[in-house]
Every structure is written in C-alpha cells, then in structure tokens.
C-alpha cells in the first residue's frame, strides 16, 4: 500500500511564501511522477506542477508557472512544492499525487493520493 502524507500548510499573507512537502511511504518512488493538484471550494480539482523522481522534465500550470517550484528529497522519500509570491487565488487545498504514467496535468494518470494540506492566503 502506497501512503503520501502531506504537510506545510497555513495560514499566510498575499505575497508570502509556504513551502508544502509530500512524505511518500509503503514503496519506492524512484520511478514514480509526482504531481500537486489542488482543490477550492466549489471548484474542480486544478493541476499545479508535477514532476518525476529522477529528474527530467517539469510541468507547471499557467497560473503557478514563474511562481512555484516543484523539487524532491530522493533519499527522505519526500516531495515538495516552492510556493512563492502568494496570492488570494492560491488558496485551496493542496493534495499530492503519485503515479506510474508520465506526468501529466490529468488526475487521471495518478494512482495515489493524499489526504490534502490546506492553504489560505490572506489579501
């Protein structure tokens, strides 16, 4: 069984910073893309980056990219996302994903997922 846990959120002012990690246990990452999506209220689940473990290309969506920055700790098992320059926009809850296709921005792709670290930025 596969687990990813994810920590980092809060509460934080427009133009801040927050830096989300992703624990992932239960397996081996290295061949797995890793994504964060994210969900506000009264919308659909939104893509925001995703990445593999051994390097390779990145993907951001449009409304991160130039903001957020996706990087991973192979050795820790943990997955993180550079949130900078925060905006009211932001906020929502943030889950992390797992999954054995290429990345991708479609939910679909990923097999595992977790529970959601929420994020609230204030304006």
């Known amino acids: 069984q596969v687990q990813l846990v994810e920590s980092g959120g809060g509460l934080v002012q427009a133009g801040g910073s927050l830096r989300l990690s992703c624990a992932a246990s239960?397996?081996?990452?290295?061949?797995?893309?890793m994504a964060w999506f994210r969900q506000a209220p009264g919308k659909e689940r939104e893509f925001v980056a995703a990445g593999g473990w051994s390097g390779g290309s990145t993907y951001y969506g449009d409304p991160v990219k130039g903001r957020f920055a996706i990087s991973r700790d192979n050795a820790k098992n943990t997955f993180y996302l550079q949130m900078n320059s925060l905006k009211a926009e932001d906020t929502a809850v943030y889950h992390c994903a797992a999954g054995l296709s290429a990345a991708s921005g479609r939910p679909q792709s990923y097999e595992y997922w977790g529970q959601g670290t929420q994020v609230t930025v204030s304006s």
């Open positions: 239960g397996r081996t990452f290295s061949t797995y893309t």
